[in-house]
């Protein structure tokens, strides 16, 4: 279980979030929502222990990650608006570096499923400086199945992909919440997850009145109930 628990949010002088909750159990996926700026960014960004909460926890199955975070490193993998390609490495040789930082002995077998999954194939000696921003977009996502981790963490990760590449990212989904993996999702689209929770970063901006409700979309009509119902 991995806990966000009255989390705010600092960045720069600016108070960006405050009093935001969530709750991912395996299988699980949080869709984050709202407009430019009101802090899914930064809010993935804590979830990825890139930043500390101005107040507030988080926790995986009851540990804070700040007193564990090389372990938390290891049970995440977060693909953000940089698609992290290294120009001078064909498509190949980038996925297989990150297929073996994550295991070595998987590595081989890692890149090849990467490829296939991802329709990269024929681009597999190509440099990265030769790709196209859709295409390394699409090698960026591939990095999931080449290094596979408990928890993605996916900031836009449809920016660039053609209806291609997003059907494969959205069915690379769909088989990581089936083997218990759990995704926290930012966009601006509508994204196919099915039984989604879906939660607005901008309802708990410091100036926003009303109490801030957490969605829970079950593909059909969309049911609010207050932070950790049904945990």
Request: with cysteine; charged share 20%.
């Amino acid at each position: 279980m991995f806990v966000g628990d009255d989390l705010a949010c600092l960045r720069g002088s600016r108070l960006v979030f405050t009093g935001l909750s969530f709750g991912l159990e395996p299988g699980a996926a949080l869709v984050l929502t709202g407009p430019n700026g009101c802090g899914k960014s930064s809010l993935l960004r804590l979830m990825a222990g890139l930043l500390r909460p101005l107040a507030g926890s988080l926790s995986w199955n009851g540990e804070a990650i700040a007193e564990a975070p090389d372990e938390h490193r290891g049970r995440i993998s977060y693909v953000g608006h940089l698609d992290a390609v290294k120009p001078a490495l064909t498509v190949h040789e980038n996925l297989a570096f990150w297929a073996a930082l994550a295991d070595p002995r998987e590595a081989a077998a890692r890149t090849g499923l990467a490829l296939d999954e991802f329709g990269l194939g024929a681009l597999s000696d190509l440099p990265g400086r030769y790709l196209s921003a859709g295409q390394r977009r699409r090698l960026a996502v591939a990095r999931l199945l080449a290094a596979p981790a408990r928890l993605w963490l996916l900031d836009e990760p449809t920016t660039g992909l053609d209806r291609d590449g997003i059907a494969r990212l959205e069915a690379a989904m769909v088989r990581h919440r089936d083997g218990g993996g759990m995704i926290a999702l930012a966009t601006h689209t509508d994204q196919a997850l099915a039984g989604a929770q879906s939660l607005c970063v901008g309802d708990y901006a410091p100036a926003a009145g009303g109490q801030p409700a957490y969605n829970a979309d079950d593909g059909g009509d969309r049911a609010v109930a207050p932070v950790g119902a049904g945990r």
